[in-house]
């Protein structure tokens, strides 16, 4: 009600649109954070609209935008709001305003574009060279092993001999580079002529720590009752009206909220808490099975504690 008034006293008293708002804002305790994060509209842009610095914002239409965004979180009358920013602003200097988005100098754009395809030729210079000596590489192999069977005929092996050689050296290979991943015991076979010395007896663990971990965790707590007792005292909201709400919950910091119609919420805590309410009549409180109602009329600010000798470091 108070709010309307101001409104339709604004045009006779000359207040602008800017000094308005933030007065309605500083009346419910409403932070410039909180409402920022609620209609998700940057700070900066906020501040410049309740001191009317109309060169930091954008466009008329969006400054409107604003404005009716502003308004209904804070619960102000839209329509007059909207009609006072149009008397107290006229139209016609739209054209000095800054958009938000600035165009992008094309001189900058051309200078990208050059650099990557540099780099971009420089890493495909790169990969046909090191592919050229990959595969001049490869070529001399078969000289070189054709090189090695003869000389390995010279001495008295046989071709089937050295045909073999490879695959054993592949095994012993593999043997090796896997031994490192496996635990002790479970070294694969090097080679398929080796024999691999086994214990007698095999016995396996009887269970690892892997396993009685995931059993500790799967398994369901001993008594549900202990789990809620040292949760302390629980303080539950349930929202009738759009509200805006502040909970200090013992010595923590601050945590405020804007609640819409239909919301329940649960805060914890072990000694208790202080509570201020924007809007007294559209807010019911649970503490410990204990239901407060009526705390006010709607749009009134009231400020309570749970217990009613609760104390805080961070009380005013």
């Not at 694969?188 to 269970?207: G, T």
């Amino acid at each position: 009600m108070e709010t309307e008034n101001n409104l339709e006293n604004s045009g006779r008293e000359e207040i602008s649109i800017g000094p308005l708002l933030k007065s309605e804002r500083e009346k419910r305790g409403i932070s410039r954070s909180c409402l920022s994060e609620t209609i998700k509209i940057r700070e900066p842009i906020i501040e410049a609209l309740e001191n009317e610095d109309w060169e930091k914002l954008p466009a008329r239409v969006l400054i409107k935008g604003f404005i009716r965004s502003y308004t209904i979180a804070v619960g102000c009358d839209t329509r007059k709001a909207i009609r006072l920013f149009e008397k107290c602003v006229p139209s016609g200097g739209e054209e000095n305003v800054r958009p938000l988005i600035r165009k992008k100098k094309k001189g900058k754009t051309i200078y990208y574009v050059i650099t990557l395809l540099l780099l971009l030729a420089a890493v495909i210079y790169y990969l046909n060279l090191y592919g050229r000596i990959v595969v001049g590489d490869k070529t001399h192999q078969p000289e070189n092993e054709q090189e090695a069977h003869v000389t390995e005929t010279d001495t008295g092996y046989s071709p089937q001999t050295k045909a073999e050689e490879p695959v054993q050296t592949l095994n012993e290979t593999f043997s090796e580079s896997t031994t490192e991943y496996l635990t002790e015991g479970a070294r694969p076979e090097a080679n398929i002529n080796e024999e691999v010395d086994q214990p007698e007896s095999f016995q396996p663990e009887e269970s690892t720590p892997v396993e009685k971990i995931l059993a500790q965790v799967t398994s369901p707590p001993e008594n549900a009752s202990d789990t809620q007792a040292a949760a302390g005292k629980i303080l539950t909201a349930t929202v009738s009206m759009r509200a805006w709400v502040k909970v200090i919950a013992d010595d923590t910091a601050p945590k405020e909220y804007i609640f819409q119609p239909g919301t329940k919420h649960s805060w914890t805590a072990e000694r208790g808490f202080d509570v201020t309410v924007g809007n007294a009549g559209g807010v019911e409180f649970t503490f410990n099975g204990e239901t407060s109602n009526n705390l006010g009329a709607p749009g009134e600010v009231k400020k309570l504690r749970f217990p009613d000798d609760f104390q805080t470091k961070w009380e005013e």
